[in-house]
């Protein structure tokens, strides 16, 4: 049961650094439907609707509304580290965030951004 407990402490903890909303309060008060295309090792893994919840300074993070992004990730978070620059998480059903990595926001489009084998974007 403690280790249950200390996962879902992990989760509040990374989902608050994040800026995840953390209550059906703060999601309702910023989200927005997005359309979401997401690209993994070069291929093509989710394209379709998503839940945009911006984080202020460029940083967001998007749920699919059907399913889950590749790999059973539940949401993605793009936390922005400087201008044109953002670390990249992937958050599963039970709590944990695995590091995709460092992404650069795309010059010729500007709603993706681009890691070394991956791509997120919401439109």
Do not use: H, K
Request: proline letters at 6%; glycine letters at 12%.
């Amino acid at each position: 049961m403690r280790s249950i407990a200390l996962v879902i402490s992990a989760f509040a903890g990374i989902a608050g650094i994040a800026g995840v909303a953390t209550s059906p309060a703060q999601a309702q008060a910023s989200d927005r439907s997005a359309r979401c295309v997401v690209s993994t090792e070069g291929y093509l893994t989710y394209r379709g609707p998503c839940r945009f919840y911006p984080e202020g300074a460029g940083s967001f993070t998007v749920t699919p509304l059907r399913g889950t992004f590749p790999g059973e990730v539940t949401g993605i978070s793009v936390s922005i580290s400087e201008r044109g620059v953002a670390e990249v998480y992937g958050l599963t059903p039970a709590g944990a965030a695995s590091r995709w990595g460092t992404a650069v926001r795309s010059r010729r489009d500007r709603a993706c951004w681009n890691g070394p084998d991956f791509s997120v974007c919401a439109y």
